[in-house]
């Protein structure tokens, strides 16, 4: 990957196919979890005749998707769920939409990315959702150590490890070029 940099009002960088085709799959994976999520919503004669979207009143089972789609109030239960009722949805669709313009603007045989502001935004927030979910997936508690398991090259957790590492140098390329406008 050659790193992001500003140049002329857009942002660009140029990606591998390998790694085009990884990002592509993680930013997939993560809509697929979001989907899931969404296909969790009631069926309710209300939202039907209002055309109002409702999400579940309870917060999701799995740690990754509870991790994107955090719990409204922290104090409060009963105010979380109304809130994740009403909310949630508008959320997801959100990071949808997100990770809709990064696999846009991605060329998914490799090559140059070039990003305006919105793009750019965008890539930010779907880059984000897939580290959120691998970090849950490896545990990681803090950036700086690494999570157990892996030590063992060869292991999944490496593998996974090394993934979340690469997409945190992408991550921090474009928020530098970013800062740097």
Do not use: C
Not at 41 to 50: I, R, S
Not at 52 to 68: E, I
Not at 146 to 175: C, E, F, N
């Amino acid at each position: 990957m050659r790193p992001f940099h500003r140049r002329f009002g857009k942002y660009s960088a140029s990606f591998e196919p390998a790694e085009a085709s990884l990002i592509a799959d993680l930013v997939d994976q993560i809509r697929q979890l979001l989907a899931d999520r969404r296909a969790e919503a009631p069926t309710d004669p209300l939202v039907q005749l209002t055309g109002m979207t409702m999400g579940p009143d309870s917060k999701p089972a799995d740690p990754a998707v509870a991790r994107l789609l955090p719990d409204f109030h922290a104090d409060d239960a009963r105010l979380s769920s109304g809130l994740r009722v009403l909310h949630e949805p508008e959320l997801i669709a959100a990071k949808d939409a997100a990770a809709v313009t990064l696999l846009d603007s991605l060329p998914r045989g490799g090559g140059p990315v070039r990003l305006d502001d919105e793009a750019a935004a965008a890539w930010m927030a779907a880059l984000n959702d897939v580290r959120l979910a691998l970090g849950v997936r490896l545990e990681i508690t803090e950036d700086d150590t690494p999570p157990p398991g892996v030590d063992v090259p060869d292991s999944p957790q490496a593998a996974m490890y090394a993934t979340y590492r690469w997409l945190s140098a992408v991550q921090d390329s474009l928020v530098s070029a970013m800062l740097d406008a």
